[in-house]
């Protein structure tokens, strides 16, 4: 076989010519097209490394957050939960109080209350017992006793204080009219004879006396002249009793209580001009 040796130059001078016109036109601008692709996927790999950072930053930030939030959180709770402790315990504390002061008020109130009813029974058994004493004097009087009464009274005329007798001798001189000597009943005439008789002696003068009855003189003999009285009455004893217990009374109502009142002394009423 004879080999053409022109023929295979040409072919090979068609084949270079073929190689160099695909590097030419097209394998260059493919391997350029490749490359081009494969720096713009490899920018994109990192932009998305980039924004993977990020995002891994942005998550670890949130994590980090998310931890102070709860730490936070949980203090901001422990704080509430102290605060409202001390505020129950607060409100608690103060209705205690409040509930304590009302019932020391109201045990006040009720004590004030008991010891003002117990007063008040107190002074209404008092009266009703003066009242009763009065009127049970006042049916046991009679004429009898009555002419004891003013032996009594002549008696006690007799053993006048000084000061008290010239008290009534000045007041029988300047009265123009007759002295009032009254009693509860009718005195005989012997009993005002003695009465009379005893006046005129106790003041070394003649006293014009007139003698009424008065009902209210429960079981004595009152003498008046000019403003003085000389009297002698248990309904006295009763007055003075009622005094007293009216000044123990108020003596234990008064703001200053531990104050002690002064209360006169259980004296008899005597003769006395007042």
């Not at 009720?110 to 003002?116: C, F, I, K, P």
């Not at 046991?140 to 000084?162: P, Y």
Request: with cysteine; glycine share 2%.
């Amino acid at each position: 076989m004879l080999i053409d040796w022109f023929t295979v130059g040409a072919q090979i001078v068609n084949f270079l010519i073929l190689v160099w016109l695909l590097k030419r036109f097209l394998y260059q601008p493919v391997l350029d097209a490749i490359a081009a692709r494969e720096q713009r996927i490899a920018g994109e790999l990192a932009k998305a490394a980039s924004k993977l950072t990020e995002a891994q930053q942005q998550h670890d930030e949130f994590d980090r957050k998310n931890q102070a939030f709860d730490q936070e959180r949980g203090a901001l709770a422990a704080k509430a939960a102290a605060r409202c402790a001390e505020e129950r315990d607060a409100v608690l504390k103060q209705a205690r109080q409040d509930a304590d002061e009302l019932r020391a008020s109201s045990a006040s109130a009720l004590a004030a209350d008991r010891t003002l009813l117990g007063r008040q029974v107190t002074r209404l058994a008092q009266g009703e017992v003066f009242a009763i004493a009065r009127k049970a004097l006042a049916d046991l009087a009679s004429a009898n006793l009555e002419e004891r009464m003013g032996e009594v009274f002549t008696r006690r005329l007799r053993i006048m204080d000084a000061k008290s007798k010239a008290l009534l001798a000045a007041a029988l001189r300047e009265c123009t009219d007759p002295a009032l000597l009254r009693s509860s009943f009718e005195l005989p005439a012997a009993v005002q004879a003695t009465i009379q008789n005893a006046l005129n002696e106790a003041f070394s003068a003649e006293v014009h006396v007139r003698f009424i009855t008065a009902p209210a003189a429960v079981c004595g003999i009152e003498l008046m002249a000019n403003g003085q009285k000389l009297a002698w009455s248990i309904a006295d004893y009763l007055k003075m009793m009622e005094q007293k217990l009216d000044a123990l009374f108020q003596a234990e109502s008064a703001p200053a209580a531990n104050k002690p009142v002064a209360v006169a002394p259980a004296v008899a009423p005597v003769a006395a001009a007042s």
